[in-house]
């Protein structure tokens, strides 16, 4: 299952599925955007970052796409795993602050 | 230690008590940052330091939340009067003066 366009807040797919997280970012001037993932009860975690010079950067099973024209980033997720569910966030910079984006939780059954 | 440390992870106040909310961050690093999450929401940044140097404290709320770190290491986040509307989990996180910002478990904090 993946999911595109608009940001959802949730995302449900089976073990082995590509997973596509949504966001909109609100500052056209923003050079830096993260992608973080936040397990119950612990901290947000590094995943993939991007700076706007570029489009696209890949990572271990990771990929994410930036779209400057409409201020729109997305999360793609190769072979979602079961140990993927979490809530994952965008953030962009603001000056020293990182502003998060709303968090889309993805749930994966086996 | 080998990540941010968080103290105390739990803690339940009543409402009007002061608290006092500890963070290690990780060896060296210059930066460290509090934030601000409430139950379904994405961290909100509360305040910004580098090294002992309050950069940054934009977010914070009201006059009731006070920061510091002295010694540009360990920092302490106090509320003072706690109100309900204070109860969330509250996110430490460090890194070099530029990179990767590594974050705590964060202190979930219960106004009764």
């Known amino acids: 299952g993946e999911s595109v366009g608009l940001h959802l807040p949730t995302l449900s797919v089976q073990e082995g599925d590509n997973s596509i997280i949504n966001c909109a970012y609100s500052n056209s001037a923003s050079d830096y955007f993260i992608w973080y993932k936040q397990e119950s009860g612990k901290g947000p975690q590094f995943i993939i970052d991007?700076?706007?010079?570029?489009d696209k950067r890949q990572g271990q099973r990771v990929t994410v796409l930036l779209n400057k024209t409409v201020k729109h980033l997305s999360l793609q997720i190769a072979a979602t795993q079961p140990g993927d569910s979490a809530v994952y966030f965008c953030?962009?910079?603001?000056?020293?602050?990182?502003?998060f984006g709303k968090g889309t939780t993805l749930s994966v059954s086996s | 230690g080998a990540g941010v440390s968080q103290s105390p992870r739990y803690k339940v106040a009543k409402r009007g008590q002061d608290v006092a909310l500890r963070c290690d961050p990780i060896s060296g690093h210059v930066s460290l940052f509090w934030y601000q999450q409430a139950l379904g929401q994405g961290p909100e940044f509360l305040t910004y330091?580098?090294?002992?140097?309050?950069?940054?404290k934009s977010g914070l709320p009201s006059d009731r939340f006070f920061a510091e770190r002295p010694e540009g290491s360990v920092s302490t986040l106090k509320i003072q009067r706690t109100q309900q509307e204070d109860s969330a989990v509250y996110l430490c996180?460090?890194?070099?003066?530029?990179?990767?910002?590594?974050f705590g478990q964060g202190t979930r904090l219960t106004v009764v």
């Open positions: 996180a460090s890194s070099q003066v530029t990179g990767e910002a590594f």
């Open positions: 953030a962009e910079t603001e000056g020293t602050a990182l502003i």
């Open positions: 991007i700076r706007s010079n570029m």
């Open positions: 330091f580098q090294n002992e140097a309050q950069l940054d």
